[in-house]
């Protein structure tokens, strides 16, 4: 499931060994410190949906800053996967109307490269028109490349407390130490929080390439119990330090 | 008649270690039975391997080990590097294909084998990123590729480039990472000394052996 992917470290290779989701699982995760997430993964189970909805709905509803709802878009069974969409948007309107609304339309992969943009924009138009008065935002997402990540360090970014202040100080920094960019991740999920460019650069994938490598490194060290703290690599052209910068965030500077 | 022989029991990815091992045991007595019969006595090795951790990478660097007619110098060198910079462990990588042609005399810990091929993983991808120039081809590794990685077991993970195809990684503690300086000249030197070593065949000539500092100049 997606939350493995970004949360636990799992790189995407190795979840086609997991399985297919079977049960609803919940789960929280922390990060930044003091963020909880919740998350409720349904695995498109009906009984279990209208369970939820109805006997849990306060309490899965209540004080909710985000709400991220993923739609299959190879599924079978679009019609109540929009009731049940439905119904989550009710219930936010209900008990918390100020959450942030974002929609995944997921395993784009499925879709031949042709048709991504023309199916994203039609499913994103019918929700963005359903969701009104809310405003959502959508993303199209696979966990074979880096269109998950992305999504995601939006939703985090979305999260922050004082994220302007953030990137101003960030800035501040680049230009103090002249470097091509500076980038903050969160510490547990690597997910780009802030970033600083001053000279750019072609590559538009790349802190999610930087993150997935990172993460697979991870997990190597974890097989020695052991974890970096700094990483330094160079050549001719270039130098990279990330390190360990507060307690729940981690610094990449580029020279 | 001097052909070396290696056996890949392949695929053990599914098997518990008991089996694996019983699995060697049986096909290797089964082999030298049937050797013994028909009155031959080729070198065999056997490798139990598999493509989803890194005993395959051990296995291929082993078997290209025995190719290599400049193994012993090679590993001298890195004994010599290892002892005077106070390092506990160092690999002589192919860079591309992440075998080791050559370690140090020290004891062989196939962790640090994968946790150093996985190091060649994070410095390839991160050059592949940043280090290549317009309309470059390659994966950025040039003369001046180098790395260092802290672990926060107090261990220290270092790369060099060595030439366009290999790179040194070698593993240390933190406290003998102090001593970079030392390091650095050592290193210098021993690259000197491979380049010697590989030119031998087109040069003719004897290469000189390197002496490297085990302390820094008070």
Redesign the interface.
């Known amino acids: 499931s997606m939350q493995s992917i970004v949360f636990a470290n799992y790189v995407a290779r190795d979840t086609m060994r997991l399985g297919a989701t079977i049960d609803v699982e919940h789960s929280s995760v922390r990060f930044l410190g003091n963020l909880v997430l919740n998350l409720w993964d349904c695995g498109g189970q009906d009984a279990f949906m209208e369970n939820y909805l109805e006997s849990q709905r306060d309490h899965i509803f209540k004080n909710v800053e985000v709400l991220i709802y993923v739609f299959d878009v190879d599924t079978k069974e679009a019609a109540s996967d929009i009731h049940y969409y439905q119904s989550c948007l009710a219930a936010i309107m209900q008990y918390s109307r100020n959450a942030h609304v974002f929609c995944l339309i997921h395993k784009m992969d499925l879709v031949p490269e042709d048709r991504r943009d023309i199916t994203f924009a039609e499913k994103e138009a019918e929700l963005k028109k359903m969701s009104y008065p809310l405003n959502i935002k959508c993303f199209s997402t696979s966990i074979w490349d880096e269109t998950l990540y992305k999504a995601w360090s939006s939703i985090v970014y979305s999260l922050i407390p004082n994220v302007d202040m953030l990137q101003q100080h960030l800035e501040r920094f680049a230009e103090v130490c002249e470097a091509d960019e500076v980038v903050l991740f969160e510490k547990a999920t690597f997910l780009e929080i802030s970033q600083s460019v001053r000279k750019p650069?072609t590559?538009v994938h790349?802190f999610e390439?930087?993150s997935n490598?990172?993460k697979?490194?991870k997990l190597?060290?974890s097989?020695?119990?052991?974890?970096?703290?700094?990483?330094?690599?160079?050549?001719?052209?270039?130098a990279?330090y990330i390190e360990l910068f507060t307690s729940n965030t981690y610094i990449m500077v580029?020279m | 008649k001097n052909i070396i022989f290696d056996v890949f029991i392949h695929k053990v990815d599914g098997l518990s270690d008991d089996h694996k091992i019983a699995c060697q045991r049986d096909i290797q007595m089964q082999t030298e039975q049937e050797l013994a019969e028909a009155r031959i006595q080729p070198r065999v090795a056997f490798h139990l391997t598999s493509i989803y951790d890194h005993s395959i990478f051990e296995a291929f660097s082993k078997v290209i080990q025995k190719l290599i007619p400049q193994l012993p110098p090679l590993e001298n060198l890195l004994d010599m590097l290892t002892s005077s910079s106070h390092l506990e462990k160092t690999f002589l990588f192919d860079v591309v294909s992440k075998i080791y042609i050559a370690t140090d005399s020290t004891p062989m810990d196939n962790?640090l084998y994968?946790?150093c091929s996985?190091?060649i993983?994070?410095?390839v991808?991160?050059?592949c990123?940043?280090?290549?120039?317009e309309g470059d081809e390659g994966y950025?590794?040039?003369?001046?590729?180098?790395?260092?990685?802290?672990?926060?077991?107090k261990?220290v993970l270092y790369l060099r480039e060595v030439n366009q195809y290999l790179a040194l990684v070698c593993v240390l503690r933190e406290e003998n990472f102090d001593r970079i300086g030392l390091i650095q000249y050592n290193f210098q030197c021993f690259k000197e000394a491979i380049e010697d070593i590989f030119a031998i065949n087109t040069k003719g000539r004897r290469p000189r052996p390197p002496v490297m500092a085990t302390e820094l100049p008070k």
């Open positions: 650069h590559d790349r390439k930087i490598i990172v697979q490194f190597s060290c097989k020695l119990q052991g974890q970096f703290q700094s990483i330094e690599v160079r050549n001719s052209r270039f990279a580029i | 962790t994968e946790l996985d190091m993983d994070v410095v991808d991160v050059s990123i940043y280090g290549i120039g950025g590794y040039d003369p001046e590729s180098a790395s260092i990685i802290k672990l926060s077991t261990r």
